[in-house]
């Protein structure tokens, strides 16, 4: 049943088996005796492979200082280091703004409010930490900054605080009328504006 069913879906390809075995099921073609009996050197391939994955490495992640110029990466410190003793090493850059990404057991990513910052900390020796710039990191540090780069923006200080929110919600909130004259609200959004 199955012989019939190969004869009907490919008349071609028994015709090929036909030219290549005989009824005994002995080889006709040599060279593919030859092959088959082991006699030739194992070929690799009748066709070349167009890439070799068993070869291939990971590309070189090439993070320019214009990427993340604001993310530097710490390094060469104690394996027993928490954030807590990273924080303090930078704790003057922690009002500016300063936050800190784990690679590993001895690496981090330090992410500053701005590249300026950042350049300082890069200026600045520190006695237990060492520092770099991410383009000179390490290939999991700039692997982790490439995986979290939405994450990474420098952090933003807060706006200055405005009471004309606070205001508006509370009136609208009791339904009462505002007593601002219209300069008074004029100057406030004014004031909203420059903040954006």
């Known amino acids: 049943a199955s012989a019939g069913a190969v004869s009907q879906a490919?008349?071609?390809?028994?015709?090929?088996?036909?030219?290549?075995f005989n009824?005994?099921?002995?080889?006709?073609?040599?060279?593919?005796?030859?092959e088959l009996s082991g006699g030739e050197k194992r070929q690799e391939?009748?066709?070349?492979?167009?890439?070799?994955?068993?070869?291939?490495?990971?590309a070189?992640?090439?993070?320019?200082d214009?990427?993340?110029?604001?993310?530097?990466?710490?390094?060469?410190?104690?394996?027993?280091?928490?954030?807590e003793d990273l924080m303090r090493v930078f704790c003057s850059y922690q009002k500016k703004g300063f936050d800190i990404k784990w690679v590993d057991d001895t690496h981090a990513l330090g992410i500053f409010s701005s590249p300026i910052t950042a350049r300082d900390a890069l200026s600045t020796k520190h006695l237990m930490v060492k520092t770099r710039p991410l383009s000179q990191g390490s290939r999991a540090s700039k692997a982790k900054a490439r995986a979290y780069a939405d994450y990474l923006h420098p952090a933003k200080e807060r706006p200055e605080t405005s009471a004309a929110l606070a205001?508006?919600?509370?009136?609208?909130?009791?339904?009462?009328?505002?007593?601002?004259?219209?300069?008074?609200?004029?100057?406030?959004?004014?004031?909203?504006?420059?903040?954006?």
């Open 167 to 196: 205001r508006r919600l509370v009136i609208g909130a009791l339904g009462v009328r505002s007593n601002l004259t219209p300069a008074q609200r004029d100057a406030e959004r004014r004031k909203l504006q420059e903040a954006r």
């Open 60 to 64: 070189a992640l090439d993070l320019s």
């Open 66 to 83: 214009a990427e993340l110029p604001h993310v530097i990466e710490i390094y060469d410190f104690p394996s027993d280091f928490r954030t």
């Open 10 to 20: 490919s008349p071609g390809a028994e015709e090929s088996w036909d030219a290549l």
């Open 23 to 34: 009824d005994d099921g002995e080889c006709l073609d040599p060279r593919l005796l030859e």
């Open 45 to 58: 391939s009748q066709q070349s492979p167009r890439f070799d994955y068993y070869g291939a490495e990971p």
